[in-house]
């Protein structure tokens, strides 16, 4: 089983940034892989951002990419997504999730453990 808890989220204006942790526990994390999601008002899940075992491979949705950086921290069981140039359309509640399968990072069936998931909400 594994625990993932994101923070960071909040209220920030447009063009602003923000950074979201997520820390992991339960089981040894470099047995999982990472991504975030992100769902919006009245929408459905989302792929963002995804990160291999390593931290060497990195996988961004075409929204995000050139804006966005997934990082992990292996020594320190944490997860990290900076976003930089936010908009409106960023506004969400963001998930941290885990996988161990080979799975596409992008699909959001590869991944069985979820956070909770932190609000961000960008204003103009």
């Known amino acids: 089983q594994v625990h993932l808890v994101e923070s960071g989220g909040g209220l920030v204006q447009a063009g602003g940034s923000l950074r979201l942790s997520c820390e992991a526990s339960g089981r040894t994390f470099t047995d999982y892989r990472l991504g975030w999601f992100r769902q919006g008002p009245g929408k459905e899940r989302e792929f963002v951002a995804g990160v291999d075992w390593s931290g060497n491979n990195r996988t961004y949705a075409d929204s995000v990419r050139g804006r966005f950086i997934i990082d992990r921290v292996n020594a320190k069981n944490t997860a990290s997504l900076q976003m930089n140039a936010l908009n409106s359309e960023d506004t969400a509640v963001y998930y941290c999730?885990?996988?161990?399968?080979?799975?596409?990072?992008?699909?959001?069936?590869?991944?069985?453990?979820w956070g909770q998931g932190t609000q961000v909400t960008v204003y103009s």
């Open positions: 999730a885990a996988a161990y399968s080979w799975g596409p990072l992008d699909n959001i069936g590869t991944y069985p453990y």
